[in-house]
DNA sequence: AACTGGATCGTCT
DNA sequence: GACGATCCAGTTG
């Protein structure tokens, strides 16, 4: 009986997203078979200033207040789309960086061609890579065109640290990624915690 | 290696 | 009317 590369089910999002964020690390996404192991996330929560539903619902974050497991896509500074895991209670995963696994030819030709390294190592450059856009916004993550793997074996280390890019709540330790591992976003903050 | 400004637009003040 | 959960090219040290 292979328990590996199993599905993530609704239950694994049904916690809060700090909770889901470290637990996504090490898994594999794919939109369409193109895509690879997440290596970078960040958890908003519904009392989070830093957060879209801090606020309440609004047109733009409804997906974020829907069922654990659905897509939010937000658009971010005019020109790029960040992809968001939905958890319990109005949180959410920011996917920051995928390791590329499968359709690195594909990805490559929708990044400009740039190496493989820098292919998915943001949260923008992710989405572009695997066509993400908004009208993946409010979809289930257990049907098409997504794929969702939990892990084949524990990550070597988990790191976490602050959040990145954002004005407030820059003190909660909620950005999680894989130590030391090349394909995350922020050179600098790859093998220790910023202080 | 570190910092700067430009691109570009929906959302909320 | 201001401002982003960003990226890239360009400049400076």
Not at 167 to 175: I, K, M, Q
Request: aromatic share 10%.
């Amino acid at each position: 009986m292979r328990k590996q590369n199993a599905g993530l089910t609704k239950s694994f999002f049904a916690r809060s997203a700090e909770e889901v964020a470290p637990d996504l690390i090490g898994c594999e996404f794919f939109i369409d078979g193109v895509g690879g192991k997440i290596v970078e996330t960040e958890a908003y929560t519904r009392f989070d200033p830093a957060s879209h539903s801090f606020r309440g619902p609004t047109r733009r974050n409804q997906s974020m207040f829907g069922e654990p497991g659905t897509a939010y896509v937000y658009r971010i500074y005019g020109l790029h789309w960040c992809m968001n895991f939905v958890c319990a209670d109005a949180s959410a995963v920011l996917l920051r960086a995928l390791l590329p696994v499968n359709g690195i030819e594909l990805m490559k030709a929708r990044r400009g061609g740039v190496s493989e390294i820098q292919l998915c190592s943001g949260p923008a450059k992710l989405s572009e890579a695997l066509g993400i856009s908004g009208n993946l916004d409010g979809a289930s993550l257990f049907a098409p065109p997504f794929t969702l793997r939990a892990r084949s074996e524990q990550p070597v280390e988990i790191l976490e640290g602050e959040r990145i890019g954002i004005s407030r709540a820059t003190e909660l330790p909620w950005r999680f990624w894989l130590a030391d591992c090349p394909y995350t976003s922020h050179p600098k903050l790859r093998s220790k915690p910023r202080k």
